[in-house]
């Protein structure tokens, strides 16, 4: 992208004819973004931080039913209804990346954005879980993403971190940044390539490319919520 | 002609109906220092009983609302029982029934003065005691349900190092701003018509409760300048807090309202919560009508079963008013054909916690509409109690399926879910409940509960107007 152009409108697309639910983006995101483990019991009460989830629905009779599977994350809306609802402007659109960004330092923890996110995308730090990491562990930890304190709201970034990091390099470098040299760590990490990450205004890239299938849809589409990620129906096959 | 013609029955009938008369408040005074003296006694006399009331109470609000919150504070907010789906639990649903509450006072006061309904008289310092106290009770759950508690100043607009304004888009801020608008509106309109009863506490004690009447009566004399004043002011604020009354509540609503979450965004929600509001805080007036008469000296004479009786006629209208905006908001989701909605509030009936939609019908429609339409019953003190403590059970419970049972089914059937409280969000809506009943046993002993002025203003200057076949006493002329 060159310096001049419009900011880029970062994108993904999801392939559900391919995704096999192996939940491989799932523990890539959690290295990724420091994503606390909640514990044995905070788990099984459902309070799971993963910024994706893969939905996994069920169609057909009993025997025979078939799973779809469906990585869904913060789908980045163009027009989000989690940004008017919070009181201090902790969850605001940002006009680099242009995509919904969560400001950790603002958030006073009202959990409005969460009741109003149609997709539920956004997590809340029911307690101080990155502080109770234990020793050795905290190596594991990102250097480049914020450890969230208690009583604030999280959710996908989009790997924010790694879109600097590329901007920058391309910048230095004075050149534009290449198609397909950001990767968010479920993109990278996806072993059948069902996720593909990349600049949406870019007409060329192939992420506008697959945006374009027949096949795309986009999730809870009649509230005009104008998200960036664009899914491809699936077909049956794989299971998808 | 006629009434020559039967002198003894006619004379009969009108001491009957003097006899009659003689139950309403207004036509049985009582001369003014009695009055005093009796409002007076309530008030200083206490028992060892109250003092053991207040003591427990004073332990249980410490330990249930303030050491749990304390603790939910440095713990965190997984100390109550939300999570995904779930993010508003158990305190959102006690803030909107204090706030629920803190109608009735604004209305019996505000909205029964300025229609001369004149049985409010005896009871609108109660009503609205309850309006402040309701207030003060709720207003902490804006607090409490925070995730970071220690920087709630930041949605407070004010000049700030940060350089953060805040979002006025959002609800929240309205919520912010109407509620401290009505929280202090009502305080001031709570003060305005006790200043000549602080006088008269100032003119009849000593030691410490004199210094205190005589602060706040602010050297009120009883000129007539004073009076006209202090007249012209309640009407002022009888007015005007009328539409602040109406709006706190529709803000309320907005908070639900104008999210796009399925079955919250409803238009319906403004008036359905307000005609809610009303009923639930009508209903509370009675519940601590009840309470007082029992427990306070005197308060047989100040409070009696007219004013109960009116009382439950007002619950029977806003419970039927509620039924309507309950239906019309099914009625909304039929014709609307949305499928979300639609299938929301299908499971309110018929999801896993049924039974609080079930309770919520029956305590709110099924039981007023049974007992309120006879007079014999609504005259039955221990009858309304019941009736009213169930309805606010019922207004609880509406609540309850406004916000947690609507959030746990969602567009996205991967994340339906339930909600149960924990520790956090069991004890603190419990502690706040005695939280309320503590600061009201206080302020019953530390200002005086019955308007005297207002009580003797209406004993002697009515007339009687008959309308079919009662009497209403009429203050109208005065003004």
Known sequence: MAEEQYPARWGMVIDMNVCTGCQACVTACNMENNIPWVGEDDAGYGRTMHWMRIHRTWSGEELEAKPTFQPVMCQQCGRAPCEPVCPVFATVHSLDERINVQVYNRCIGTRYCANNCPYFARNFNWFDYSYQIPAPMNYYLNPNVTVRRRGVMEKCSFCVQRIHEVEDRAKAEGRAIHDGEVQSACAQACPVDAIVYGDLSDPESRVSAAARSQRRFVLLEELGTHPAVTYLKGEGNYGG | ?479
């Open chain 2, 1 to 479: 002609m006629a009434a020559e013609a039967h002198p003894i029955p006619s004379a009969h009938a009108e001491s009957a109906e003097h006899e009659e008369l003689r139950e309403q408040l207004m036509f049985d005074p009582r001369p003014r220092e009695e009055m005093n003296r009796m409002v007076m006694e309530a008030m200083t006399e206490t028992t060892p009983r109250y003092w053991t009331v207040v003591g427990i109470l004073a332990v249980i609000v410490a330990v249930c609302l303030f050491g749990v919150w304390g603790w939910m504070i440095f713990e965190g907010t997984g100390t109550a029982g939300i999570r995904r789906p779930v993010y508003w639990g158990m305190f959102i649903v006690t803030f909107v029934f204090w706030i629920g509450i803190s109608h009735a006072g604004t209305f019996v006061s505000a909205i029964l003065r300025v229609f001369k309904a004149e049985f409010r008289r005896p009871f609108t310092r109660a009503a609205e005691l309850m309006t402040t106290f309701g207030l003060a009770a709720g207003a902490l759950y804006p607090l409490i349900h925070l995730g970071r508690v220690w920087v709630f100043y930041w949605m407070i607009p004010y000049p700030n190092a940060r350089w953060l304004w805040p979002n006025f888009r959002s609800p929240l801020e309205w919520d912010l701003m109407a509620i401290t608008t009505y929280l202090l509106s009502s305080t001031i309109y709570l003060y305005l018509p006790l200043i000549p009863d602080l006088a008269m506490g100032r003119d009849r004690t000593s030691g410490w409760r004199h210094i205190f009447f005589k602060t706040l009566a602010l050297g009120w004399r009883g000129t007539e300048a004073e009076w006209f004043r202090l007249k012209t002011a309640i009407n002022i604020f009888a007015f005007a807090i009328i539409p602040v009354m109406f709006s706190v509540h529709t803000i309320v609503s907005w908070d639900f309202a104008v999210s796009q979450t399925g079955a919250w965004n409803s238009t319906i929600f403004g008036p359905y919560f307000i005609v809610g509001a009303i009923l639930s805080g009508v209903s509370a007036v009675i519940t601590i009508l009840i309470v007082l008469r029992g427990t306070l000296k005197h308060m047989t004479y100040f409070i009696r079963l007219e004013h109960i009786d009116a009382l439950g006629k007002l619950i029977l209208i806003f419970s039927m008013a509620w039924g309507y905006f309950f239906f019309n908001d099914y009625l909304v989701s039929w014709y609307g054909g949305y499928e979300v909605t639609r299938s929301i509030l299908s499971l309110h009936a018929s999801g896993p916690e049924a039974w609080i939609w079930y309770c919520m019908l029956c305590f709110n429609v099924v039981i007023p509409w049974l007992t309120l339409w006879n007079r014999k019953w609504r005259r039955t003190p221990w009858l309304m109690f019941i009736v009213t403590v169930l309805i606010n059970v019922g207004m609880y419970f509406e609540r309850y399926t406004i916000v947690p049972m609507t959030l746990a089914h969602q567009r996205l059937p991967f994340d339906w879910g339930t909600y149960a409280p924990r520790v956090a969000d069991t004890f603190i809506p419990i502690g706040s409940f005695f939280f309320f009943i503590l600061l009201y046993m206080l302020a019953s002993r530390l200002i005086p509960l019955i308007p005297v002025w207002e009580v003797r203003e209406g004993q002697e200057a009515h007339i009687i107007r008959k309308i079919g076949k009662t009497h209403i006493p009429s203050v109208s002329d005065l003004d």
